[in-house]
Protein backbone atom coordinates (compact mmCIF):
# COMPACT_ATOMS: atom_id res chain seq x y z
CA UNK A 1 0.00 0.00 0.00
CA UNK A 2 1.41 3.28 -0.79
CA UNK A 3 1.89 5.22 1.93
CA UNK A 4 0.30 9.23 2.10
CA UNK A 5 2.59 12.23 2.28
CA UNK A 6 0.45 13.93 4.82
CA UNK A 7 1.22 11.54 7.21
CA UNK A 8 3.21 12.25 10.24
CA UNK A 9 6.84 11.84 10.90
CA UNK A 10 6.07 10.85 14.36
CA UNK A 11 3.77 7.89 13.13
CA UNK A 12 5.97 6.41 10.83
CA UNK A 13 8.43 5.97 13.37
CA UNK A 14 6.33 4.20 15.48
CA UNK A 15 5.46 1.54 12.74
CA UNK A 16 8.99 0.87 12.76
CA UNK A 17 10.73 -1.42 14.92
CA UNK A 18 12.28 -0.16 18.20
CA UNK A 19 15.55 -0.03 17.62
CA UNK A 20 15.42 1.57 13.98
CA UNK A 21 12.93 4.05 15.24
CA UNK A 22 14.65 5.08 17.85
CA UNK A 23 18.10 5.68 15.88
CA UNK A 24 15.89 7.09 13.06
CA UNK A 25 14.39 10.08 15.70
CA UNK A 26 17.64 10.35 17.53
CA UNK A 27 18.96 10.84 14.13
CA UNK A 28 16.72 13.50 13.01
CA UNK A 29 16.63 15.44 16.47
CA UNK A 30 20.57 15.69 15.87
CA UNK A 31 19.74 17.09 12.17
CA UNK A 32 17.54 19.75 13.38
CA UNK A 33 19.54 20.65 16.49
CA UNK A 34 22.11 21.17 13.90
CA UNK A 35 20.26 23.02 11.89
CA UNK A 36 18.76 25.31 14.26
CA UNK A 37 22.29 26.03 16.25
CA UNK A 38 23.45 27.57 12.70
CA UNK A 39 20.16 29.13 11.66
CA UNK A 40 21.00 32.32 12.71
CA UNK A 41 22.90 32.63 9.90
CA UNK A 42 20.25 33.47 7.65
CA UNK A 43 20.21 36.57 10.38
CA UNK A 44 23.22 38.26 9.22
CA UNK A 45 22.43 40.64 6.69
CA UNK A 46 24.69 43.10 6.95
CA UNK A 47 28.48 41.78 7.42
CA UNK A 48 32.29 42.61 7.58
CA UNK A 49 34.67 39.84 7.57
CA UNK A 50 38.59 40.51 7.55
CA UNK A 51 40.99 37.55 7.65
CA UNK A 52 44.40 36.54 6.31
CA UNK A 53 46.04 33.57 4.77
CA UNK A 54 49.10 32.21 4.00
CA UNK A 55 49.94 29.46 1.70
CA UNK A 56 53.50 27.77 1.05
CA UNK A 57 54.52 26.92 -2.04
CA UNK A 58 57.63 25.76 -3.79
CA UNK A 59 57.00 26.61 -7.73
CA UNK A 60 55.94 29.85 -7.43
CA UNK A 61 59.12 30.12 -4.97
CA UNK A 62 62.12 32.59 -5.53
CA UNK A 63 64.35 29.38 -3.65
CA UNK A 64 63.55 26.05 -5.07
CA UNK A 65 64.91 24.31 -1.80
CA UNK A 66 62.73 26.71 0.01
CA UNK A 67 59.43 27.04 0.11
CA UNK A 68 57.30 30.25 -0.06
CA UNK A 69 55.19 31.76 1.81
CA UNK A 70 52.47 33.41 0.02
CA UNK A 71 50.41 35.97 2.19
CA UNK A 72 46.78 37.69 1.04
CA UNK A 73 44.66 39.92 3.20
CA UNK A 74 41.09 39.74 2.58
CA UNK A 75 38.32 42.19 3.82
CA UNK A 76 34.95 41.02 2.14
CA UNK A 77 31.39 43.58 2.91
CA UNK A 78 27.93 42.49 1.79
CA UNK A 79 24.36 43.68 2.37
CA UNK A 80 21.54 41.21 1.53
CA UNK A 81 18.65 43.78 1.79
CA UNK A 82 20.14 45.72 -0.87
CA UNK A 83 22.19 42.75 -3.02
CA UNK A 84 25.63 44.48 -2.59
CA UNK A 85 28.70 43.01 -1.28
CA UNK A 86 32.75 44.53 -1.43
CA UNK A 87 35.21 42.04 -2.10
CA UNK A 88 39.30 43.72 -1.60
CA UNK A 89 41.95 40.44 -1.92
CA UNK A 90 45.49 41.77 -1.67
CA UNK A 91 48.37 38.87 -2.35
CA UNK A 92 52.09 39.15 -2.03
CA UNK A 93 54.40 37.45 -4.46
CA UNK A 94 58.21 36.28 -4.46
CA UNK A 95 59.83 39.70 -5.58
CA UNK A 96 57.51 42.22 -4.19
CA UNK A 97 54.55 41.70 -6.73
CA UNK A 98 51.23 42.77 -4.94
CA UNK A 99 48.65 41.73 -6.74
CA UNK A 100 45.19 44.16 -5.30
CA UNK A 101 42.11 43.66 -6.80
CA UNK A 102 38.52 45.16 -5.90
CA UNK A 103 35.28 43.49 -6.75
CA UNK A 104 32.41 45.90 -5.92
CA UNK A 105 28.65 44.14 -6.63
CA UNK A 106 25.45 45.82 -7.02
CA UNK A 107 22.12 45.93 -9.17
CA UNK A 108 23.04 42.77 -10.44
CA UNK A 109 26.33 43.56 -11.93
CA UNK A 110 30.18 43.02 -10.19
CA UNK A 111 32.81 44.81 -11.94
CA UNK A 112 36.75 43.99 -10.75
CA UNK A 113 39.01 46.84 -10.70
CA UNK A 114 42.93 46.86 -10.29
CA UNK A 115 44.13 48.86 -7.04
CA UNK A 116 47.85 48.40 -8.15
CA UNK A 117 47.22 48.54 -11.86
CA UNK A 118 50.20 46.47 -13.45
CA UNK A 119 47.63 43.58 -14.54
CA UNK A 120 44.86 45.51 -15.80
CA UNK A 121 45.95 49.09 -15.26
CA UNK A 122 42.99 50.95 -15.41
CA UNK A 123 40.79 49.50 -17.53
CA UNK A 124 37.59 47.54 -15.68
CA UNK A 125 36.18 44.18 -15.95
CA UNK A 126 32.73 42.94 -15.71
CA UNK A 127 32.42 39.69 -14.25
CA UNK A 128 30.52 36.41 -13.81
CA UNK A 129 30.63 36.25 -10.67
CA UNK A 130 27.44 36.77 -8.46
CA UNK A 131 26.40 36.92 -4.97
CA UNK A 132 25.63 33.21 -4.79
CA UNK A 133 29.44 32.97 -5.83
CA UNK A 134 30.69 34.89 -3.23
CA UNK A 135 28.85 33.42 -0.36
CA UNK A 136 30.19 29.96 -1.54
CA UNK A 137 33.63 31.90 -1.03
CA UNK A 138 32.59 32.83 2.14
CA UNK A 139 31.82 29.42 3.09
CA UNK A 140 35.16 27.44 2.65
CA UNK A 141 36.85 30.06 4.80
CA UNK A 142 34.17 30.73 7.47
CA UNK A 143 32.82 27.44 9.59
CA UNK A 144 29.56 29.07 10.56
CA UNK A 145 28.33 29.56 6.78
CA UNK A 146 29.98 26.31 5.50
CA UNK A 147 28.10 24.45 8.63
CA UNK A 148 24.84 26.13 7.32
CA UNK A 149 25.33 25.57 3.74
CA UNK A 150 26.29 21.87 4.75
CA UNK A 151 23.35 21.45 6.64
CA UNK A 152 20.84 23.09 4.59
CA UNK A 153 19.62 20.01 2.29
CA UNK A 154 20.27 17.60 5.20
CA UNK A 155 18.04 14.98 6.43
CA UNK A 156 18.16 11.51 7.69
CA UNK A 157 17.65 9.67 4.31
CA UNK A 158 20.33 11.71 2.54
CA UNK A 159 23.19 11.83 5.36
CA UNK A 160 25.02 9.17 7.36
CA UNK A 161 25.70 9.71 10.81
CA UNK A 162 28.36 8.33 13.30
CA UNK A 163 27.88 9.90 16.52
CA UNK A 164 28.82 9.83 20.57
CA UNK A 165 27.73 11.93 23.41
CA UNK A 166 29.98 14.65 22.31
CA UNK A 167 30.85 14.48 18.92
CA UNK A 168 28.97 13.67 15.47
CA UNK A 169 29.84 13.14 12.13
CA UNK A 170 27.73 13.68 8.72
CA UNK A 171 28.04 12.48 5.92
CA UNK A 172 26.75 12.98 2.79
CA UNK A 173 27.85 14.01 -1.08
CA UNK A 174 27.35 17.57 -2.52
CA UNK A 175 26.43 18.67 -6.15
CA UNK A 176 29.26 17.30 -7.80
CA UNK A 177 28.91 13.88 -6.36
CA UNK A 178 31.96 14.14 -4.06
CA UNK A 179 31.44 12.64 -0.46
CA UNK A 180 31.78 14.81 2.36
CA UNK A 181 32.17 14.34 5.96
CA UNK A 182 31.45 17.08 8.74
CA UNK A 183 32.68 16.76 12.20
CA UNK A 184 30.23 18.13 15.17
CA UNK A 185 31.92 18.79 18.59
CA UNK A 186 28.06 18.52 20.66
CA UNK A 187 29.13 20.09 23.94
CA UNK A 188 29.16 23.10 22.70
CA UNK A 189 27.65 22.70 19.16
CA UNK A 190 30.70 23.34 16.99
CA UNK A 191 32.01 22.41 13.39
CA UNK A 192 35.96 21.43 13.77
CA UNK A 193 36.52 19.29 10.79
CA UNK A 194 35.49 18.64 6.93
CA UNK A 195 36.85 15.63 5.21
CA UNK A 196 36.41 15.95 1.12
CA UNK A 197 37.20 12.22 0.45
CA UNK A 198 37.64 11.87 -3.08
CA UNK A 199 39.67 14.84 -3.75
CA UNK A 200 41.52 13.52 -0.03
CA UNK A 201 41.25 17.42 1.38
CA UNK A 202 40.91 18.22 4.95
CA UNK A 203 39.83 21.51 6.43
CA UNK A 204 40.13 21.84 10.04
CA UNK A 205 38.12 24.99 12.22
CA UNK A 206 40.33 25.63 15.62
CA UNK A 207 40.71 28.74 18.02
CA UNK A 208 36.83 29.61 18.83
CA UNK A 209 36.18 33.11 19.51
CA UNK A 210 32.75 34.22 20.64
CA UNK A 211 31.76 37.43 19.77
CA UNK A 212 28.43 39.31 18.71
CA UNK A 213 26.03 36.40 20.47
CA UNK A 214 28.00 34.05 18.35
CA UNK A 215 30.76 31.90 18.28
CA UNK A 216 33.27 31.38 14.81
CA UNK A 217 36.60 29.82 14.42
CA UNK A 218 39.61 31.75 14.00
CA UNK A 219 41.89 29.81 12.80
CA UNK A 220 41.44 27.21 9.81
CA UNK A 221 43.75 25.11 7.96
CA UNK A 222 43.47 23.34 4.95
CA UNK A 223 45.51 19.76 4.19
CA UNK A 224 45.51 17.30 0.69
CA UNK A 225 46.53 13.91 1.57
CA UNK A 226 47.92 14.95 5.28
CA UNK A 227 50.07 18.02 4.02
CA UNK A 228 49.30 21.44 4.67
CA UNK A 229 48.70 23.69 2.47
CA UNK A 230 47.27 26.83 3.79
CA UNK A 231 46.17 28.72 7.06
CA UNK A 232 43.07 31.06 7.67
CA UNK A 233 43.40 33.72 10.51
CA UNK A 234 40.04 35.40 11.07
CA UNK A 235 40.76 38.68 12.20
CA UNK A 236 37.25 40.47 12.70
CA UNK A 237 33.55 39.19 11.86
CA UNK A 238 31.37 42.13 12.29
CA UNK A 239 27.60 43.31 11.79
CA UNK A 240 27.68 47.26 9.94
CA UNK A 241 24.78 49.04 9.46
CA UNK A 242 25.30 49.31 5.56
CA UNK A 243 28.45 49.34 3.16
CA UNK A 244 29.70 52.61 2.36
CA UNK A 245 28.89 54.17 -1.46
CA UNK A 246 32.80 55.45 -1.28
CA UNK A 247 33.65 51.28 -1.34
CA UNK A 248 31.14 50.78 -3.96
CA UNK A 249 32.19 53.37 -6.33
CA UNK A 250 34.81 53.02 -8.98
CA UNK A 251 37.49 55.36 -8.81
CA UNK A 252 37.80 58.16 -11.00
CA UNK A 253 40.25 57.56 -14.54
CA UNK A 254 38.71 54.17 -14.28
CA UNK A 255 37.72 52.86 -17.82
CA UNK A 256 37.06 51.75 -20.39
CA UNK A 257 36.26 47.79 -19.64
CA UNK A 258 38.21 45.17 -21.14
CA UNK A 259 36.70 42.82 -23.64
CA UNK A 260 36.83 38.93 -22.01
CA UNK A 261 36.08 37.61 -25.10
CA UNK A 262 38.66 34.53 -25.79
CA UNK A 263 40.30 35.80 -28.79
CA UNK A 264 41.71 32.83 -31.41
CA UNK A 265 45.72 32.51 -31.65
CA UNK A 266 47.29 34.82 -34.26
CA UNK A 267 49.91 34.76 -36.31
CA UNK A 268 52.43 37.96 -36.12
CA UNK A 269 55.33 38.65 -37.56
CA UNK A 270 57.86 40.87 -35.73
CA UNK A 271 61.01 40.42 -37.87
CA UNK A 272 62.06 38.22 -40.96
CA UNK A 273 62.86 35.40 -38.71
CA UNK A 274 60.94 36.31 -35.68
CA UNK A 275 57.18 35.42 -34.65
CA UNK A 276 54.97 36.85 -32.00
CA UNK A 277 51.92 34.38 -31.17
CA UNK A 278 49.58 36.67 -29.21
CA UNK A 279 46.88 35.38 -26.51
CA UNK A 280 48.34 31.93 -25.92
CA UNK A 281 45.70 30.70 -23.07
CA UNK A 282 43.76 34.44 -22.84
CA UNK A 283 46.24 36.52 -21.89
CA UNK A 284 49.92 34.70 -22.42
CA UNK A 285 52.56 35.29 -25.77
CA UNK A 286 55.22 33.24 -27.00
CA UNK A 287 57.49 33.98 -29.65
CA UNK A 288 59.07 31.57 -32.80
CA UNK A 289 63.03 32.13 -33.89
CA UNK A 290 64.29 30.69 -37.45
CA UNK A 291 67.51 29.27 -38.10
CA UNK A 292 69.25 27.19 -40.06
CA UNK A 293 68.56 24.33 -37.69
CA UNK A 294 64.81 25.31 -37.75
CA UNK A 295 62.31 26.64 -34.60
CA UNK A 296 62.92 27.67 -31.36
CA UNK A 297 59.74 28.20 -29.25
CA UNK A 298 60.11 31.15 -26.54
CA UNK A 299 58.04 30.88 -23.48
CA UNK A 300 55.96 26.98 -23.08
CA UNK A 301 52.50 27.59 -22.45
CA UNK A 302 51.14 26.81 -19.13
CA UNK A 303 49.75 23.03 -20.06
CA UNK A 304 49.97 20.45 -22.47
CA UNK A 305 46.49 21.16 -24.02
CA UNK A 306 47.83 24.94 -24.99
CA UNK A 307 51.10 23.43 -26.42
CA UNK A 308 49.49 21.53 -28.98
CA UNK A 309 47.26 24.54 -30.04
CA UNK A 310 50.70 26.84 -30.31
CA UNK A 311 52.40 24.02 -32.32
CA UNK A 312 49.48 23.22 -34.60
CA UNK A 313 49.45 27.26 -35.43
CA UNK A 314 53.53 26.77 -36.05
CA UNK A 315 52.94 23.76 -38.56
CA UNK A 316 50.38 26.09 -40.14
CA UNK A 317 52.60 28.79 -40.81
CA UNK A 318 55.75 27.28 -40.66
CA UNK A 319 54.92 23.95 -42.44
CA UNK A 320 58.53 22.87 -44.01
CA UNK A 321 60.22 23.32 -39.99
CA UNK A 322 60.10 21.58 -37.35
CA UNK A 323 60.42 23.32 -33.54
CA UNK A 324 63.88 22.05 -32.14
CA UNK A 325 64.03 23.86 -28.52
CA UNK A 326 61.95 25.44 -25.95
CA UNK A 327 62.92 27.78 -23.91
CA UNK A 328 61.80 28.66 -20.64
CA UNK A 329 62.10 31.96 -18.70
CA UNK A 330 62.43 30.47 -15.06
CA UNK A 331 60.86 27.17 -12.83
CA UNK A 332 57.68 28.26 -11.80
CA UNK A 333 54.85 25.89 -12.52
CA UNK A 334 52.91 28.85 -14.89
CA UNK A 335 56.07 29.22 -17.28
CA UNK A 336 56.91 25.47 -17.76
CA UNK A 337 53.22 23.53 -17.02
CA UNK A 338 53.60 23.09 -20.66
CA UNK A 339 56.92 22.29 -22.15
CA UNK A 340 56.01 18.68 -21.34
CA UNK A 341 54.41 18.13 -24.40
CA UNK A 342 57.40 19.57 -27.10
CA UNK A 343 59.91 17.66 -24.72
CA UNK A 344 58.35 14.59 -24.96
CA UNK A 345 58.55 15.06 -28.59
CA UNK A 346 62.22 14.79 -27.89
CA UNK A 347 62.99 18.55 -28.70
CA UNK A 348 65.54 20.20 -26.43
CA UNK A 349 65.15 22.11 -23.78
CA UNK A 350 66.86 25.25 -23.48
CA UNK A 351 67.05 26.52 -19.38
CA UNK A 352 69.64 27.86 -16.70
CA UNK A 353 71.10 25.11 -14.19
CA UNK A 354 68.30 26.22 -11.71
CA UNK A 355 65.01 26.04 -13.49
CA UNK A 356 66.32 22.19 -14.99
CA UNK A 357 66.78 21.55 -11.74
CA UNK A 358 62.98 22.73 -11.49
CA UNK A 359 61.37 21.29 -14.37
CA UNK A 360 62.98 17.69 -12.87
CA UNK A 361 61.47 18.25 -9.64
CA UNK A 362 58.00 19.32 -10.99
CA UNK A 363 55.46 16.68 -9.37
CA UNK A 364 54.11 16.59 -13.25
CA UNK A 365 57.42 15.71 -14.82
CA UNK A 366 58.79 14.00 -11.93
CA UNK A 367 58.66 10.73 -14.05
CA UNK A 368 59.86 11.72 -17.23
CA UNK A 369 61.75 15.18 -16.63
CA UNK A 370 65.08 12.72 -16.25
CA UNK A 371 65.26 11.41 -19.79
CA UNK A 372 64.75 14.90 -21.86
CA UNK A 373 66.86 16.90 -23.90
CA UNK A 374 68.56 19.62 -21.86
CA UNK A 375 70.75 22.69 -23.11
CA UNK A 376 72.00 24.36 -19.97
CA UNK A 377 72.15 28.42 -20.50
CA UNK A 378 74.73 30.93 -19.22
CA UNK A 379 74.74 33.89 -18.02
CA UNK A 380 75.67 36.36 -21.19
CA UNK A 381 75.53 32.98 -23.71
CA UNK A 382 74.68 33.61 -27.42
CA UNK A 383 72.84 30.41 -28.74
CA UNK A 384 71.62 30.55 -32.75
CA UNK A 385 71.78 34.34 -32.62
CA UNK A 386 69.83 35.00 -29.24
CA UNK A 387 71.59 36.25 -26.27
CA UNK A 388 70.61 34.64 -22.89
CA UNK A 389 70.94 36.84 -19.49
CA UNK A 390 70.85 35.19 -16.01
CA UNK A 391 70.66 38.54 -13.80
CA UNK A 392 70.09 38.20 -10.02
CA UNK A 393 66.64 39.05 -9.02
CA UNK A 394 64.38 38.29 -6.14
CA UNK A 395 61.48 36.63 -7.88
CA UNK A 396 63.11 33.78 -9.00
CA UNK A 397 67.13 32.28 -8.65
CA UNK A 398 67.95 31.41 -12.27
CA UNK A 399 65.11 33.54 -14.22
CA UNK A 400 66.32 34.53 -17.46
CA UNK A 401 65.55 36.76 -20.42
CA UNK A 402 66.46 36.22 -24.34
CA UNK A 403 67.61 39.52 -26.08
CA UNK A 404 67.42 39.22 -29.66
CA UNK A 405 70.02 41.75 -31.14
CA UNK A 406 69.27 41.86 -34.80
CA UNK A 407 65.28 42.93 -34.11
CA UNK A 408 66.43 44.77 -30.65
CA UNK A 409 63.44 43.18 -28.72
CA UNK A 410 63.64 41.29 -25.43
CA UNK A 411 61.36 38.11 -23.91
CA UNK A 412 60.49 38.09 -20.46
CA UNK A 413 58.76 36.07 -18.04
CA UNK A 414 58.61 37.46 -14.88
CA UNK A 415 61.05 40.71 -14.71
CA UNK A 416 58.27 43.55 -15.77
CA UNK A 417 54.71 43.75 -15.42
CA UNK A 418 52.99 46.73 -17.04
CA UNK A 419 49.84 46.37 -18.26
CA UNK A 420 48.48 46.25 -21.42
CA UNK A 421 47.33 49.52 -21.86
CA UNK A 422 50.52 50.58 -21.05
CA UNK A 423 49.01 52.53 -17.95
CA UNK A 424 52.18 53.08 -14.77
CA UNK A 425 51.37 50.84 -11.65
CA UNK A 426 51.24 52.91 -9.01
CA UNK A 427 53.42 49.72 -7.42
CA UNK A 428 57.24 48.21 -8.49
CA UNK A 429 58.15 45.20 -7.61
CA UNK A 430 61.17 44.87 -6.17
CA UNK A 431 62.59 42.54 -9.39
CA UNK A 432 61.31 45.23 -11.47
CA UNK A 433 63.73 47.68 -10.08
CA UNK A 434 66.08 45.30 -10.39
CA UNK A 435 65.93 43.73 -14.15
CA UNK A 436 65.06 47.93 -15.21
CA UNK A 437 68.97 48.75 -13.69
CA UNK A 438 70.56 45.19 -15.03
CA UNK A 439 69.01 47.19 -18.07
CA UNK A 440 70.62 50.24 -17.95
CA UNK A 441 73.99 48.73 -16.21
CA UNK A 442 74.42 46.72 -19.36
CA UNK A 443 72.99 49.06 -21.92
CA UNK A 444 71.11 46.74 -23.97
CA UNK A 445 69.41 48.73 -26.48
CA UNK A 446 66.03 47.58 -27.09
CA UNK A 447 62.78 48.87 -29.39
CA UNK A 448 60.42 46.20 -27.63
CA UNK A 449 60.09 43.75 -24.59
CA UNK A 450 57.61 41.24 -25.19
CA UNK A 451 56.34 39.56 -21.96
CA UNK A 452 54.86 36.74 -21.27
CA UNK A 453 52.01 37.73 -19.41
CA UNK A 454 49.80 40.28 -20.36
CA UNK A 455 51.60 43.06 -22.19
CA UNK A 456 53.77 42.18 -25.53
CA UNK A 457 55.04 45.84 -26.51
CA UNK A 458 56.57 47.99 -23.91
CA UNK A 459 58.74 50.08 -25.15
CA UNK A 460 61.68 52.23 -23.92
CA UNK A 461 59.87 55.24 -23.01
CA UNK A 462 57.15 53.60 -21.13
CA UNK A 463 59.41 51.64 -19.51
CA UNK A 464 61.91 54.70 -18.77
CA UNK A 465 58.89 56.89 -17.16
CA UNK A 466 57.51 54.00 -15.42
CA UNK A 467 61.39 53.77 -13.54
CA UNK A 468 61.21 57.52 -12.78
CA UNK A 469 57.76 57.64 -11.72
CA UNK A 470 59.11 55.70 -8.48
CA UNK A 471 62.33 56.63 -8.41
CA UNK A 472 63.07 60.03 -9.36
CA UNK A 473 66.14 60.38 -8.18
Known amino acids: MKLSSTIPLAYLLLCLPLSVAAEVRSDTVLITDLKKHYAFTKQLQKLSVTYTKQRETVFQSNKLDQPFTINSNYEKLFDLSKGQFYYHQVHHYPGNYIFNDIIVHQEGKSILYDVNGFT ?150 LANDLYLINHVAGNRHVLVKMDSKGLTLFGAPASSKVSEQVQLLINNNLPMKKIHSVYITHGHSDHMGGVGYFAEQGITVLADKYSIRALKAFPRFKKTATNWNYSTLKHKQTVNGVTFYLPKNSHSDGQSFAYFPMSEIIYQGDFLEIPFDNSLPTHMADVEKEFIEFLYSEKIAYKRIVGHHRNNNMTPEVVNAYYKAHHPN
Open 120 to 269: KGKQLQYLDYNQADFHQDLAEDIDIFSAHTFLSDADSKNTTIKRSDTWAELTKSNAEEEQLTYRFNLQPIQLVSVMQHQSKKKTEYTNPVQKMGLTYASKVRRFTKGELKSTVNITNIKEIPHIKQTMLAIPQGYGPFVDTKRKPLEWVK
